[in-house]
């Protein structure tokens, strides 16, 4: 495991009571290096959105804890945020919340000459995702063959 995911999960396990106490949600811990600063970011969420008020008492709430583990060497910003919109499909409950959903798919490689898919989530399992398109003809992907997953935005 390398160092950066060892602090996704310590800090997925000491955010996770903090955020379930407000009543929020827990979307995703990621520890990301940005113009040369490291980040640690916490997503939340709740049915009708996070506030700035809810990522700033989950925030203070946090950050004494991590003063006291200290289990971070680099030196860091940290911040809780929404997830947005377009947020990816991680994990089985991203999945699970978002059957029957408009979907949008990226590849790493091409796929019959395209790279990008728009369907509905029809079905998901730990190896792959099955789309429905609006024909109603379906498409299964291999998890390893696709560089992002999310909600489809439609503006």
Request: net charge negative.
């Amino acid at each position: 495991m390398s160092r950066r995911e060892e602090y996704e999960q310590t800090t997925e396990k000491l955010i996770e009571p903090v955020v379930s106490g407000f009543g929020f949600e827990l979307v995703d811990v990621e520890y990301v290096k940005e113009g040369g600063t490291w980040y640690l970011r916490a997503y939340i969420d709740k049915p009708g959105g996070i506030t700035v008020d809810d990522c700033e008492a989950v925030s203070r709430k946090f950050s004494d804890i991590l003063d006291e583990k200290d289990y971070i060497e680099d030196t860091y910003v940290f911040e809780v945020s929404s997830p947005g919109l377009g947020r990816p499909l991680k994990k089985e409950k991203d999945f699970a919340r978002s059957i029957g959903m408009e979907v949008e798919i990226r590849t790493y490689r091409a796929v019959n000459r395209q790279k990008e898919f728009v369907g509905l989530l029809k079905a998901y399992d730990d190896s792959t995702v099955t789309i429905t398109y609006e024909d109603e003809t379906e498409q299964t992907f291999e998890r390893s063959d696709i560089a992002l997953i999310r909600l489809a935005l439609d503006f």
